[in-house]
Protein backbone atom coordinates (compact mmCIF):
# COMPACT_ATOMS: atom_id res chain seq x y z
CA UNK A 1 0.00 0.00 0.00
CA UNK A 2 1.24 3.54 -0.71
CA UNK A 3 -0.34 6.93 -0.02
CA UNK A 4 -0.70 9.00 -3.97
CA UNK A 5 0.82 11.94 -2.99
CA UNK A 6 4.36 10.94 -2.81
CA UNK A 7 5.98 9.81 -5.88
CA UNK A 8 5.68 7.17 -7.36
CA UNK A 9 3.49 7.80 -8.91
CA UNK A 10 2.20 11.22 -8.93
CA UNK A 11 -0.18 13.49 -6.79
CA UNK A 12 -3.79 12.35 -6.89
CA UNK A 13 -6.05 15.17 -7.44
CA UNK A 14 -10.13 14.53 -6.70
CA UNK A 15 -12.51 17.12 -6.70
CA UNK A 16 -13.64 16.29 -3.07
CA UNK A 17 -15.75 18.92 -1.83
CA UNK A 18 -17.66 17.60 1.48
CA UNK A 19 -15.29 14.63 1.51
CA UNK A 20 -12.62 16.30 3.87
CA UNK A 21 -11.72 14.05 6.76
CA UNK A 22 -14.44 11.34 5.17
CA UNK A 23 -13.71 7.66 4.84
CA UNK A 24 -14.72 6.58 1.41
CA UNK A 25 -14.62 2.93 2.15
CA UNK A 26 -14.31 1.22 5.30
CA UNK A 27 -11.26 -1.07 4.80
CA UNK A 28 -8.45 -0.39 2.22
CA UNK A 29 -7.78 -3.64 1.85
CA UNK A 30 -11.73 -3.53 -0.04
CA UNK A 31 -10.75 -0.28 -2.14
CA UNK A 32 -9.78 3.44 -2.23
CA UNK A 33 -9.40 5.33 1.17
CA UNK A 34 -9.19 8.78 2.17
CA UNK A 35 -6.70 10.13 4.23
CA UNK A 36 -6.06 13.36 4.40
CA UNK A 37 -7.39 16.30 2.58
CA UNK A 38 -6.29 20.16 2.04
CA UNK A 39 -7.15 22.99 -0.50
CA UNK A 40 -4.40 24.22 -3.30
CA UNK A 41 -4.00 27.78 -4.56
CA UNK A 42 -6.50 27.38 -7.42
CA UNK A 43 -9.31 25.95 -5.33
CA UNK A 44 -9.17 22.32 -6.42
CA UNK A 45 -9.14 19.41 -2.95
CA UNK A 46 -5.99 18.05 -2.82
CA UNK A 47 -6.58 14.22 -0.99
CA UNK A 48 -4.23 11.88 -0.10
CA UNK A 49 -5.41 8.49 -1.09
CA UNK A 50 -4.82 4.78 0.25
CA UNK A 51 -5.57 2.22 -2.36
CA UNK A 52 -4.25 -1.72 -2.60
CA UNK A 53 -0.65 -2.09 -3.52
CA UNK A 54 -1.86 -3.42 -7.32
CA UNK A 55 -5.02 -2.45 -9.48
CA UNK A 56 -7.52 -4.32 -8.53
CA UNK A 57 -10.75 -1.76 -9.11
CA UNK A 58 -12.38 -4.19 -11.61
CA UNK A 59 -11.51 -7.46 -10.43
CA UNK A 60 -12.02 -6.55 -5.78
CA UNK A 61 -14.67 -9.07 -6.05
CA UNK A 62 -12.62 -12.02 -7.41
CA UNK A 63 -9.71 -11.10 -5.77
CA UNK A 64 -11.49 -11.38 -2.34
CA UNK A 65 -12.41 -14.78 -3.34
CA UNK A 66 -8.98 -15.73 -3.76
CA UNK A 67 -7.86 -14.47 -0.05
CA UNK A 68 -10.78 -16.48 1.17
CA UNK A 69 -9.52 -19.51 -1.16
CA UNK A 70 -5.64 -18.85 0.37
CA UNK A 71 -7.27 -18.91 3.98
CA UNK A 72 -9.14 -21.79 3.19
CA UNK A 73 -6.01 -23.58 2.09
CA UNK A 74 -3.83 -22.51 5.01
CA UNK A 75 -6.77 -24.10 7.28
CA UNK A 76 -6.24 -27.93 5.48
CA UNK A 77 -2.80 -27.09 5.83
CA UNK A 78 -2.58 -26.88 10.18
CA UNK A 79 -5.18 -29.68 9.58
CA UNK A 80 -2.63 -32.00 7.98
CA UNK A 81 -0.11 -31.01 10.65
CA UNK A 82 -2.06 -31.95 13.46
CA UNK A 83 -3.01 -34.80 11.13
CA UNK A 84 0.19 -36.15 10.67
CA UNK A 85 1.32 -35.65 14.48
CA UNK A 86 -1.52 -38.10 15.43
CA UNK A 87 -0.94 -40.75 12.82
CA UNK A 88 2.70 -40.65 13.63
CA UNK A 89 2.07 -41.42 17.07
CA UNK A 90 -0.23 -44.28 16.22
CA UNK A 91 2.16 -45.58 13.76
CA UNK A 92 4.42 -45.98 16.96
CA UNK A 93 2.03 -47.50 19.07
CA UNK A 94 1.25 -50.51 16.48
CA UNK A 95 4.94 -51.19 15.77
CA UNK A 96 5.52 -51.45 19.48
CA UNK A 97 2.66 -53.93 18.72
CA UNK A 98 4.24 -55.86 15.97
CA UNK A 99 7.02 -56.41 18.19
CA UNK A 100 4.73 -57.71 21.00
CA UNK A 101 3.24 -59.88 18.46
CA UNK A 102 6.31 -61.08 16.96
CA UNK A 103 7.85 -61.84 20.17
CA UNK A 104 5.12 -63.88 21.15
CA UNK A 105 5.21 -65.88 18.20
CA UNK A 106 9.08 -66.69 18.88
CA UNK A 107 7.90 -67.86 22.45
CA UNK A 108 5.24 -70.16 20.78
CA UNK A 109 7.59 -71.76 18.47
CA UNK A 110 10.63 -72.09 20.43
CA UNK A 111 8.26 -73.95 23.69
CA UNK A 112 6.02 -75.86 21.38
CA UNK A 113 6.88 -79.40 22.69
CA UNK A 114 7.62 -78.16 26.60
CA UNK A 115 4.61 -76.41 27.27
CA UNK A 116 1.73 -77.73 29.04
CA UNK A 117 -1.31 -77.73 27.08
CA UNK A 118 -2.78 -74.91 29.23
CA UNK A 119 -0.51 -72.72 28.56
CA UNK A 120 0.37 -73.41 24.89
CA UNK A 121 -3.70 -72.44 24.44
CA UNK A 122 -3.37 -69.49 26.58
CA UNK A 123 -0.50 -68.44 24.40
CA UNK A 124 -2.02 -69.38 21.12
CA UNK A 125 -5.16 -67.43 22.23
CA UNK A 126 -3.23 -64.37 22.77
CA UNK A 127 -1.71 -64.89 19.66
CA UNK A 128 -4.51 -65.22 17.60
CA UNK A 129 -5.77 -61.77 19.25
CA UNK A 130 -2.42 -59.90 17.73
CA UNK A 131 -2.86 -61.54 14.35
CA UNK A 132 -4.93 -58.21 13.05
CA UNK A 133 -2.71 -56.03 14.26
CA UNK A 134 -0.21 -56.94 11.22
CA UNK A 135 -3.25 -55.76 8.70
CA UNK A 136 -3.49 -52.49 10.62
CA UNK A 137 0.09 -51.55 10.60
CA UNK A 138 0.54 -52.42 6.94
CA UNK A 139 -2.72 -49.88 6.59
CA UNK A 140 -0.93 -47.03 8.91
CA UNK A 141 1.59 -47.31 6.19
CA UNK A 142 0.15 -46.63 3.54
CA UNK A 143 -1.67 -44.24 5.23
CA UNK A 144 1.33 -42.36 6.32
CA UNK A 145 1.94 -41.93 2.62
CA UNK A 146 -1.23 -41.11 1.17
CA UNK A 147 -0.73 -38.16 4.35
CA UNK A 148 2.48 -37.35 3.03
CA UNK A 149 0.97 -37.18 -0.77
CA UNK A 150 -1.63 -35.06 0.52
CA UNK A 151 1.11 -32.75 2.43
CA UNK A 152 2.42 -32.25 -1.34
CA UNK A 153 -0.73 -31.67 -3.09
CA UNK A 154 -1.29 -29.06 -0.49
CA UNK A 155 2.08 -26.96 -0.73
CA UNK A 156 1.77 -26.80 -4.56
CA UNK A 157 -1.96 -25.85 -4.27
CA UNK A 158 -0.82 -22.98 -1.96
CA UNK A 159 1.87 -21.62 -4.25
CA UNK A 160 -0.34 -21.90 -7.11
CA UNK A 161 -3.01 -19.39 -5.35
CA UNK A 162 0.35 -17.34 -4.15
CA UNK A 163 1.49 -16.86 -7.64
CA UNK A 164 -2.48 -15.96 -8.79
CA UNK A 165 -2.91 -13.57 -5.95
CA UNK A 166 0.41 -11.68 -6.64
CA UNK A 167 -0.40 -11.41 -10.18
CA UNK A 168 -3.81 -10.25 -9.27
CA UNK A 169 -5.27 -12.77 -12.01
CA UNK A 170 -8.43 -14.90 -12.04
CA UNK A 171 -7.29 -17.92 -14.57
CA UNK A 172 -8.27 -21.08 -13.05
CA UNK A 173 -9.91 -19.99 -10.02
CA UNK A 174 -13.00 -22.66 -10.29
CA UNK A 175 -10.14 -25.72 -11.28
CA UNK A 176 -8.13 -24.30 -7.53
CA UNK A 177 -11.45 -24.14 -6.10
CA UNK A 178 -12.37 -27.91 -6.49
CA UNK A 179 -9.16 -28.89 -6.04
CA UNK A 180 -9.33 -27.32 -2.69
CA UNK A 181 -12.57 -29.01 -2.17
CA UNK A 182 -11.88 -32.18 -3.47
CA UNK A 183 -8.80 -31.77 -0.58
CA UNK A 184 -10.69 -30.85 2.30
CA UNK A 185 -13.21 -33.95 1.75
CA UNK A 186 -9.85 -36.59 1.72
CA UNK A 187 -8.41 -34.94 4.37
CA UNK A 188 -11.68 -35.13 6.57
CA UNK A 189 -12.04 -39.09 5.34
CA UNK A 190 -8.33 -39.41 6.34
CA UNK A 191 -9.23 -37.56 9.87
CA UNK A 192 -11.93 -39.93 10.69
CA UNK A 193 -10.10 -43.43 9.97
CA UNK A 194 -6.51 -42.45 11.06
CA UNK A 195 -7.87 -40.08 14.79
CA UNK A 196 -11.12 -41.44 15.55
CA UNK A 197 -11.90 -44.49 17.66
CA UNK A 198 -13.70 -45.57 21.08
CA UNK A 199 -12.11 -44.28 24.26
CA UNK A 200 -11.43 -47.42 26.25
CA UNK A 201 -8.98 -45.73 28.49
CA UNK A 202 -8.00 -42.82 30.52
CA UNK A 203 -4.31 -42.27 32.11
CA UNK A 204 -3.20 -40.92 35.34
CA UNK A 205 -3.15 -37.34 35.82
CA UNK A 206 -0.45 -35.32 35.22
CA UNK A 207 -0.45 -32.31 37.34
CA UNK A 208 0.91 -29.17 35.24
CA UNK A 209 1.03 -26.51 37.82
CA UNK A 210 -1.37 -25.49 40.97
CA UNK A 211 -2.92 -21.83 40.40
CA UNK A 212 -5.64 -20.51 40.82
CA UNK A 213 -8.97 -20.20 42.34
CA UNK A 214 -10.94 -23.58 43.07
CA UNK A 215 -12.56 -23.14 39.87
CA UNK A 216 -11.81 -22.47 36.16
CA UNK A 217 -9.88 -23.11 32.88
CA UNK A 218 -7.23 -23.68 30.90
CA UNK A 219 -6.42 -24.53 27.18
CA UNK A 220 -4.88 -24.75 23.71
CA UNK A 221 -5.71 -23.89 20.44
CA UNK A 222 -7.37 -27.14 19.27
CA UNK A 223 -6.17 -26.19 15.30
CA UNK A 224 -2.79 -24.66 15.71
CA UNK A 225 0.40 -25.92 14.34
CA UNK A 226 2.48 -27.82 16.33
CA UNK A 227 5.10 -24.98 16.85
CA UNK A 228 2.47 -22.79 18.60
CA UNK A 229 2.25 -24.06 22.03
CA UNK A 230 0.46 -20.89 23.35
CA UNK A 231 -1.82 -21.18 26.76
CA UNK A 232 -4.72 -19.25 28.33
CA UNK A 233 -5.58 -19.60 31.43
CA UNK A 234 -9.04 -18.14 32.66
CA UNK A 235 -9.39 -17.42 36.86
CA UNK A 236 -12.71 -18.01 37.93
CA UNK A 237 -16.60 -19.14 36.82
CA UNK A 238 -18.42 -16.14 36.70
CA UNK A 239 -18.34 -12.49 35.70
CA UNK A 240 -14.90 -12.79 34.89
CA UNK A 241 -12.63 -10.76 31.49
CA UNK A 242 -9.35 -11.31 32.25
CA UNK A 243 -7.80 -13.87 29.71
CA UNK A 244 -3.80 -14.49 30.42
CA UNK A 245 -2.21 -15.82 26.80
CA UNK A 246 1.24 -17.79 27.83
CA UNK A 247 3.60 -17.91 25.35
CA UNK A 248 4.29 -21.69 25.72
CA UNK A 249 3.70 -24.84 28.67
CA UNK A 250 6.72 -23.84 30.12
CA UNK A 251 5.91 -20.57 30.54
CA UNK A 252 2.30 -21.39 31.66
CA UNK A 253 4.60 -23.80 33.99
CA UNK A 254 6.58 -20.74 35.26
CA UNK A 255 4.28 -18.11 35.23
CA UNK A 256 5.91 -15.84 32.83
CA UNK A 257 5.68 -14.32 29.35
CA UNK A 258 2.56 -13.86 28.97
CA UNK A 259 -0.20 -11.17 27.96
CA UNK A 260 -3.62 -9.99 28.98
CA UNK A 261 -6.85 -9.98 26.88
CA UNK A 262 -9.73 -8.10 28.79
CA UNK A 263 -12.97 -9.11 27.13
CA UNK A 264 -15.63 -6.65 26.35
CA UNK A 265 -18.33 -8.75 28.17
CA UNK A 266 -18.04 -11.11 31.35
CA UNK A 267 -18.06 -14.72 30.87
CA UNK A 268 -20.28 -17.25 32.85
CA UNK A 269 -18.97 -21.18 33.67
CA UNK A 270 -15.99 -22.72 32.85
CA UNK A 271 -17.06 -24.52 29.35
CA UNK A 272 -14.84 -22.22 26.94
CA UNK A 273 -12.84 -23.42 24.37
CA UNK A 274 -10.12 -21.82 21.80
CA UNK A 275 -10.73 -22.73 18.07
CA UNK A 276 -8.47 -21.40 15.55
CA UNK A 277 -7.55 -18.48 16.99
CA UNK A 278 -10.57 -17.38 18.85
CA UNK A 279 -12.33 -17.92 22.08
CA UNK A 280 -15.65 -19.47 22.37
CA UNK A 281 -17.34 -18.32 25.58
CA UNK A 282 -20.97 -17.89 27.24
CA UNK A 283 -21.66 -14.37 28.14
CA UNK A 284 -22.77 -14.11 31.39
CA UNK A 285 -26.31 -13.91 32.42
CA UNK A 286 -27.63 -14.58 28.65
CA UNK A 287 -27.46 -17.96 26.38
CA UNK A 288 -25.24 -15.93 24.07
CA UNK A 289 -22.45 -17.63 22.58
CA UNK A 290 -19.64 -15.15 21.96
CA UNK A 291 -16.75 -15.64 19.61
CA UNK A 292 -13.51 -13.32 20.27
CA UNK A 293 -10.79 -13.32 18.06
CA UNK A 294 -7.51 -12.87 20.12
CA UNK A 295 -5.43 -10.95 16.91
CA UNK A 296 -7.47 -8.30 16.78
CA UNK A 297 -8.93 -8.06 20.02
CA UNK A 298 -12.39 -8.05 19.11
CA UNK A 299 -15.48 -10.00 19.09
CA UNK A 300 -16.16 -10.98 15.72
CA UNK A 301 -20.04 -12.60 16.18
CA UNK A 302 -22.34 -13.08 18.83
CA UNK A 303 -25.66 -15.27 18.66
CA UNK A 304 -28.04 -16.73 21.13
CA UNK A 305 -28.14 -20.23 21.42
CA UNK A 306 -32.13 -20.97 21.35
CA UNK A 307 -33.73 -22.29 23.88
CA UNK A 308 -31.00 -23.10 25.94
CA UNK A 309 -31.05 -22.77 29.87
CA UNK A 310 -28.13 -20.58 31.49
CA UNK A 311 -28.01 -18.56 34.91
CA UNK A 312 -27.45 -22.15 36.95
CA UNK A 313 -30.86 -23.28 35.39
CA UNK A 314 -29.46 -26.49 33.78
CA UNK A 315 -25.58 -26.51 34.87
CA UNK A 316 -23.48 -29.65 35.76
CA UNK A 317 -23.76 -31.29 39.25
CA UNK A 318 -21.49 -28.86 40.51
CA UNK A 319 -23.42 -26.27 39.60
CA UNK A 320 -20.67 -22.94 38.99
CA UNK A 321 -23.23 -21.59 35.49
CA UNK A 322 -22.18 -24.08 33.74
CA UNK A 323 -25.97 -24.52 31.64
CA UNK A 324 -23.32 -23.90 28.64
CA UNK A 325 -20.39 -25.97 27.73
CA UNK A 326 -17.95 -25.64 24.47
CA UNK A 327 -15.68 -28.64 22.93
CA UNK A 328 -13.66 -28.83 20.21
CA UNK A 329 -13.04 -32.60 18.46
CA UNK A 330 -12.08 -33.74 15.45
CA UNK A 331 -15.29 -32.82 13.35
CA UNK A 332 -15.64 -29.54 14.71
CA UNK A 333 -17.28 -27.05 17.59
CA UNK A 334 -19.65 -28.19 19.85
CA UNK A 335 -22.38 -26.99 22.15
CA UNK A 336 -23.60 -29.22 25.00
CA UNK A 337 -26.52 -27.35 27.04
CA UNK A 338 -30.26 -28.13 28.17
CA UNK A 339 -33.37 -26.48 26.99
CA UNK A 340 -37.36 -26.79 29.32
CA UNK A 341 -37.99 -28.45 25.65
CA UNK A 342 -35.72 -31.29 26.56
CA UNK A 343 -36.82 -31.27 30.34
CA UNK A 344 -33.05 -31.26 31.54
CA UNK A 345 -31.72 -33.52 29.61
CA UNK A 346 -28.30 -32.84 27.79
CA UNK A 347 -28.46 -31.46 24.29
CA UNK A 348 -25.52 -31.74 22.23
CA UNK A 349 -25.40 -29.41 19.22
CA UNK A 350 -23.09 -29.74 16.44
CA UNK A 351 -21.85 -25.17 15.45
CA UNK A 352 -20.67 -23.13 12.24
CA UNK A 353 -17.39 -21.84 13.77
CA UNK A 354 -18.24 -19.08 11.22
CA UNK A 355 -21.77 -17.95 12.01
CA UNK A 356 -22.30 -19.81 15.48
CA UNK A 357 -25.28 -21.07 13.87
CA UNK A 358 -26.46 -24.51 15.12
CA UNK A 359 -26.40 -27.19 12.47
CA UNK A 360 -27.60 -30.20 13.85
CA UNK A 361 -28.38 -31.37 17.20
CA UNK A 362 -28.87 -34.79 19.39
CA UNK A 363 -31.36 -34.94 22.85
CA UNK A 364 -28.97 -37.47 24.65
CA UNK A 365 -31.93 -38.38 27.18
CA UNK A 366 -29.16 -37.89 29.88
CA UNK A 367 -29.64 -35.58 32.36
CA UNK A 368 -27.51 -32.54 33.20
CA UNK A 369 -27.54 -32.35 36.82
CA UNK A 370 -26.68 -35.93 36.77
CA UNK A 371 -23.40 -35.36 34.76
CA UNK A 372 -20.10 -34.24 36.56
CA UNK A 373 -18.56 -33.33 33.59
CA UNK A 374 -18.57 -33.87 29.97
CA UNK A 375 -16.62 -33.95 26.53
CA UNK A 376 -16.42 -34.83 23.04
CA UNK A 377 -14.38 -37.50 21.25
CA UNK A 378 -14.45 -38.24 17.67
CA UNK A 379 -18.51 -37.35 17.69
CA UNK A 380 -18.94 -38.69 20.86
CA UNK A 381 -20.35 -37.27 23.69
CA UNK A 382 -18.38 -38.80 27.26
CA UNK A 383 -20.00 -37.97 30.82
CA UNK A 384 -19.24 -38.37 34.02
CA UNK A 385 -21.16 -40.04 36.86
CA UNK A 386 -19.53 -37.10 39.40
CA UNK A 387 -17.34 -34.40 39.88
CA UNK A 388 -15.94 -35.49 42.87
CA UNK A 389 -13.89 -38.42 44.30
CA UNK A 390 -14.72 -41.65 42.52
CA UNK A 391 -15.91 -40.35 39.38
CA UNK A 392 -15.63 -42.04 35.94
CA UNK A 393 -16.83 -41.61 32.56
CA UNK A 394 -20.61 -43.55 32.77
CA UNK A 395 -22.39 -42.92 29.99
CA UNK A 396 -21.31 -42.30 25.79
CA UNK A 397 -23.35 -40.94 23.39
CA UNK A 398 -22.65 -41.36 19.60
CA UNK A 399 -23.97 -38.57 16.97
CA UNK A 400 -23.07 -40.68 14.25
CA UNK A 401 -25.87 -42.96 14.34
CA UNK A 402 -27.98 -41.06 17.86
CA UNK A 403 -27.47 -44.30 20.35
CA UNK A 404 -26.29 -44.45 23.06
CA UNK A 405 -24.47 -47.12 25.78
CA UNK A 406 -23.21 -46.45 29.58
CA UNK A 407 -19.71 -47.04 29.62
CA UNK A 408 -17.36 -48.10 32.75
CA UNK A 409 -14.18 -46.12 32.37
CA UNK A 410 -11.91 -45.20 35.44
CA UNK A 411 -11.15 -41.59 36.02
CA UNK A 412 -8.97 -40.83 38.32
CA UNK A 413 -9.80 -37.20 40.55
CA UNK A 414 -6.83 -36.86 42.03
CA UNK A 415 -7.72 -33.00 43.72
CA UNK A 416 -11.59 -34.47 44.38
CA UNK A 417 -13.54 -31.54 42.55
CA UNK A 418 -13.43 -30.94 38.95
CA UNK A 419 -15.26 -27.84 37.33
CA UNK A 420 -13.51 -27.69 33.99
CA UNK A 421 -12.96 -30.90 31.43
CA UNK A 422 -12.24 -30.75 28.07
CA UNK A 423 -10.41 -33.06 25.28
CA UNK A 424 -7.73 -31.81 22.81
CA UNK A 425 -7.71 -33.64 19.48
CA UNK A 426 -4.50 -32.18 18.66
CA UNK A 427 -2.84 -33.75 21.58
CA UNK A 428 -5.20 -36.35 22.58
CA UNK A 429 -5.58 -35.23 25.96
CA UNK A 430 -7.79 -34.48 28.83
CA UNK A 431 -7.46 -30.74 29.81
CA UNK A 432 -8.99 -30.36 33.62
CA UNK A 433 -9.07 -27.87 36.00
CA UNK A 434 -9.11 -29.63 39.60
CA UNK A 435 -9.81 -27.59 43.18
CA UNK A 436 -7.58 -25.00 41.70
CA UNK A 437 -4.96 -27.56 39.87
CA UNK A 438 -4.42 -27.51 35.95
CA UNK A 439 -4.42 -31.43 35.32
CA UNK A 440 -3.86 -33.36 31.94
CA UNK A 441 -5.03 -36.87 31.01
CA UNK A 442 -3.77 -39.16 28.38
CA UNK A 443 -6.72 -40.95 26.56
CA UNK A 444 -6.64 -44.50 25.06
CA UNK A 445 -9.07 -45.16 21.70
CA UNK A 446 -9.61 -48.41 20.39
CA UNK A 447 -9.43 -48.26 16.16
CA UNK A 448 -11.47 -50.67 14.05
CA UNK A 449 -9.36 -50.09 10.24
CA UNK A 450 -11.35 -51.98 7.73
CA UNK A 451 -8.30 -53.48 5.91
CA UNK A 452 -8.44 -54.25 1.87
CA UNK A 453 -10.19 -57.69 2.22
CA UNK A 454 -12.81 -56.42 4.83
CA UNK A 455 -16.57 -56.23 3.75
Not at 119 to 148: C, G, H, N, W
Not at 272 to 298: C, D, E, I, M
Not at 426 to 435: G, P, S, V
Amino acid sequence: MWPLTVPPPLPLLLLCSGLAGQTLFQSPEEGWQLYTSAQAPDGKCICTAVIPAQSTCSRDGRSRELRQLMEKVQNVSQSMEVLELRTYRDLQYVRSMETLMRSLDARLRAADGSLSAKSFQELKDRMSELLPLSSVLEQYKADTRTILHLREEVRNLSSSLAAIQEEMGAYGYEDLQQRVMALEARLHACAQKLGCGKLTGVSNPITIRAMGSRFGSWMTDTMAPSADSRVWYMDGYYKGRRVLEFRTLGDFIKGQNFIQHLLPQPWAGTGHVVYNGSLFYNKYQSNVVVKYHFRSRSVLVQRSLPGAGYNNTFPYSWGGFSDMDFMVDESGLWAVYTTNQNAGNIVVSRLDPHTLEVVRSWDTGYPKRSAGEAFMICGVLYVTNSHLAGAKVYFAYFTNTSSYEYTDVPFHNQYSHISMLDYNPRERALYTWNNGHQVLYNVTLFHVISTAGDP
